[in-house]
């Protein structure tokens, strides 16, 4: 059996008049996420693992912010594309991790829905899905609250 490890990364800037929206869930703040999208950086990084496991670029080069079709997209309906294409190339999840790191708002009481919402637009088991969040200790620009950034890790087998 053949695996492919990738990571990812993403990270965007805190603004007001915009949703805040982590792993297709929709968490009650001041602040949300600027982005071309919806700016999901956990749906992001985790795209941009799947992509890199089997060198396919990154999203930019699938969903590019130049692009007026993906103003206002869905990150969860991006995603749904990025696993077609990864089982088009005969490649399945096998697993997915990913860190959250924020200040705010407190990301553990969401874990769950965003471990749902994932695991039904991936089709896997909410098991196959670790998310953790944790805070910068006040440290950078995500430790000022300027941003929330995301890390994941996945791993691909084939099929």
Known sequence: MDFRIGNGYDIHRLVGDRP?????VH?????GLLGHSDADAL?????DAML?????????HYFPPTDPQWKGADSLELLQQVNALIHQKNWRIGNLDTVIVAERPKIKPHIQAMRDRLAAT???APDQIGIKATTNEKLDA???EEGIAAYAVVLLIQS
């Open 52 to 60: 890199g496991a089997l060198s396919l670029g990154d999203i930019g």
């Open 43 to 47: 749906t992001h990084a985790i795209m």
């Open 27 to 31: 968490i009650p703040h001041e602040l």
């Open 122 to 124: 991936l089709g896997l």
């Open 142 to 144: 995500v430790g000022r």
């Open 20 to 24: 805040l929206i982590l792993g297709g």
